[in-house]
């Protein structure tokens, strides 16, 4: 299958010109060329649809441009892209463009999130709520996901459970443990030039939690041109969960229901002191 180019196309290069016009014409053009790229990052599974939602919202307190298109990671046929053509579309993005993906934290993409003139956030989620999450969309809301057959063959929640704590690595069936999945976002929480945020505060503590996407993008030389409470206010309005395809529940702290005690032992000796490193537990002792 090809991979077809998202900046190529000429019905979304033509839309995203249009909305950086009546950025212009609505903020000035001064303003939108000073306004920093904004690039929401995510594990799968973590709330990448709801901190987009948010992010694009911006659009309604300042010189900020949606350009609708996919995550810089994938194509337009929704491949994954090489880091060369990953690295290509942030580099084509242009001041006060939204844009969102899916990066590891690791060169080059630590270095380039980081750099003058983009503002980032990455958001995260309790691993154990992802465990859910991703089990259920791969077993009930999209037939044509990797896992969907042995998640199926299975048969009981307890055993996909088990099988996502753990990996898989069976003829025809590979999936990485939780912890390894984890391994390979957590530098970002390292990144000072980062705004790590949860996916529990912008469900729970929605108003601290955007305030603090504010106030990255302040260091980051963008200053809302609204009073900051309407600025809360007008991002909090643009989250709407059930815009998105994958949506189901969303609902911090669900894996309570679906895991049994021989899950939560399974899923403290797989991974460790990853809760505590996350800040979702203080010890094992949960």
């Known amino acids: 299958m090809s991979r077809l180019n998202q900046f190529k196309q000429p019905f979304k290069l033509a839309r995203w010109r249009g909305r950086r016009a009546l950025a212009v ?3 000035g053009a001064a303003a939108v060329a000073q306004a920093p790229v904004v690039i929401g990052n995510a594990m799968p599974k973590s709330g990448s649809h709801l901190l987009i939602q948010v992010l694009r919202g911006l659009t309604q307190i300042g010189p900020f441009v949606d350009p609708g298109l996919p995550p810089l990671t994938r194509s337009a046929d929704n491949q994954n892209l090489s880091d060369k053509e990953v690295l290509a579309n942030i580099a084509r993005l242009q001041a006060g463009d939204i844009a969102y993906a899916y ?3 690791r060169t080059p993409y630590l270095e380039t999130l980081a750099q003058p003139g983009i503002a980032a956030f990455f958001i995260y989620r309790d691993p154990r709520d992802v465990i859910v999450s991703q089990v ?3 077993t009930e809301m999209h037939p044509g996901h990797g896992m969907h057959a042995y998640y199926q063959s299975l048969g009981i929640m307890e055993e996909r459970v088990d099988a996502a704590i753990r990996g898989v690595n069976e003829a025809g069936t590979v999936l990485s443990s939780i912890r390894a ?3 390979h976002y957590l530098a970002w929480l390292d990144q000072r030039e980062i705004c790590a945020l949860r996916f529990e505060d912008l469900i729970l503590q929605r108003e601290k939690a955007i305030g603090r996407i504010l106030d990255h993008l302040a260091a980051r030389g963008s200053v809302p041109r609204l009073e900051r409470r309407v600025a809360i206010e007008r991002l909090a309005a643009a989250i709407q969960p059930h815009a998105s395809g994958t949506f189901r529940k969303g609902q911090p702290g669900e894996w309570r229901q679906h895991f049994t005690g021989r899950n939560i032992e399974h899923f ?10 996350l800040g979702y537990e203080k010890d094992g002792l949960w």
Not at 268 to 277: S, V, W
Request: zero cysteines; charged letters at 30%; glycine letters at 4%.
């Open 136 to 138: 259920f969309y791969a």
């Open 268 to 277: 403290k000796q797989a991974t460790g002191d990853l809760l505590p490193r």
């Open 181 to 183: 999945k984890y391994e």
């Open 25 to 27: 014409r609505r903020w």
């Open 103 to 105: 990066l590891h934290a």
